[in-house]
């Protein structure tokens, strides 16, 4: 997914049961083939996994992450 500002997102929602999602991109090159990666996880506790969009706000929450980061 696009995360804006060239900067390429990749989702990883929880079990079927539950109201998680991971958004993980690549934030600069290291040393070598090693990068810096960071990361968005959501988790809801509101009890009701089907109601709530956990990879929707993950995303939402990574976007403003990402432009707020340093740039590498």
């Known amino acids: ?3 804006g500002g060239g900067v390429t997102g990749f989702q ?3 079990t079927a049961s539950s109201s998680q999602c991971q958004v993980e991109w690549q934030h600069r090159p290291w ?3 090693d990068v810096e990666l960071a ?3 959501y988790q809801s506790y509101n009890g009701k996994p089907d109601s709530d969009d956990p990879c929707g706000k993950a995303v ?3 976007k403003n992450v990402a432009t707020k980061l ?3």
């Open 70 to 72: 340093p740039k590498p």
């Open 31 to 33: 040393q070598g083939d």
């Open 39 to 41: 990361r968005v996880d």
């Open 12 to 14: 990883k929602k929880g």
């Open 60 to 62: 939402t929450v990574a």
């Open 1 to 3: 997914m696009d995360l």
